[in-house]
């Protein structure tokens, strides 16, 4: 199988063509190699790869910035997507996008489903929101919804909440976190994982919830890490209200992984995932 990686040069994408080039032809398309952002250079580019299955790791991923930035925002969370959506069908490629939880406005209780009614609170959340509904091909195609994704790849930059998080707490410093937000963090070598089976098994096209399997609070997070990093964590517990944010963001971001679970794909307990991420 041929698989086209775009945004393979960041976190995400680096662990994707980790996990497919072993058993798959995988081309790795980084910013320099494909503009996403040009027509027809994403329909040459991928008429001339002819992939089985593109995988679009690519992402404005600024939360705040893009209540500033909106339009470059849309351009690559929603315009770019439907860009290679349109291409995935006219070779007859799947097609993954990977969604995210500020899609829904976190006024839920328990896990959210794929089918809970999205609402986003910030222009991020609306433009991730647009490319969900870009990313529905006439063919197959994925959305993986992905959330406070965490993970140290080779050649990668660390990146993203929990590893400053991690750096904070190594070098003894005091951690501010919310106490008041619920999540269900992803840890990108299970993110590819479950990339790679959902192209390889015929799974149904649609939603997935992408994450490890279990809830937590931030507070419930930051101890677990400290702990596998054997030091003693410095908190400074905040509530939501009490931070002002550019960006407004969801509270109860938790998400259900029930529908991939049920397709074939076990996602690890998320204390079992922060236990390979610093043993790695």
């Known amino acids: 199988m041929r698989i086209a990686v775009t945004g393979a040069a960041g976190q995400l994408g680096r662990a994707v063509v980790r996990e497919c080039q072993a058993l798959h032809d995988v081309v790795a398309l980084d910013h320099h190699a494909l503009d996403i952002e040009d027509d027809g250079a994403v329909a040459r580019r991928m008429a ?52 995210s939880d500020f899609v829904f406005d976190g006024t839920a209780t328990v896990p959210y489903l794929e089918d809970a009614r999205p609402n986003p609170l910030s222009a991020y959340g609306a433009s991730k929101l647009l490319g969900e509904y870009f ?57 590819a994982s479950a990339t790679r089976f959902v192209v390889e098994h015929h799974v149904r096209s649609g939603f997935y919830h992408c994450v490890n399997s279990g809830v937590c609070t931030w507070p419930e997070l930051v101890r677990h890490l400290a702990t596998e990093l054997c030091v003693e964590p410095r908190l400074d517990l905040v509530k939501s209200s009490d931070v002002r944010l550019r960006a407004a963001r969801p509270l109860y971001c938790a998400l259900s992984n029930r529908k991939l679970s049920d397709a074939g794909v076990q996602m690890p307990p998320w204390q079992d995932a922060l236990n390979r991420y610093v043993n790695s």
Do not use: M
């Open 48 to 99: 001339e790869i002819h992939p089985n299955a593109i995988v679009n790791c690519a992402a404005y991923n600024n939360v705040d910035g893009a209540e500033d930035e909106l339009l470059r925002a849309l351009a690559l969370n929603a315009f770019a997507v439907r860009r290679l959506a349109r291409a995935a069908e006219a070779c007859g490629a799947s097609f993954v996008h990977y969604g």
């Open 135 to 191: 990313a529905e091909t006439k063919g197959v195609w994925f959305v993986l919804r992905v959330e406070s994704l965490f993970g140290q790849v080779p050649g990668a930059a660390a990146k993203g909440t929990i590893a400053s998080i991690r750096s904070r707490l190594t070098s003894g410093e005091v951690v501010r976190v919310f106490q008041d937000r619920v999540v269900t963090p992803s840890y990108v070598f299970d993110v």
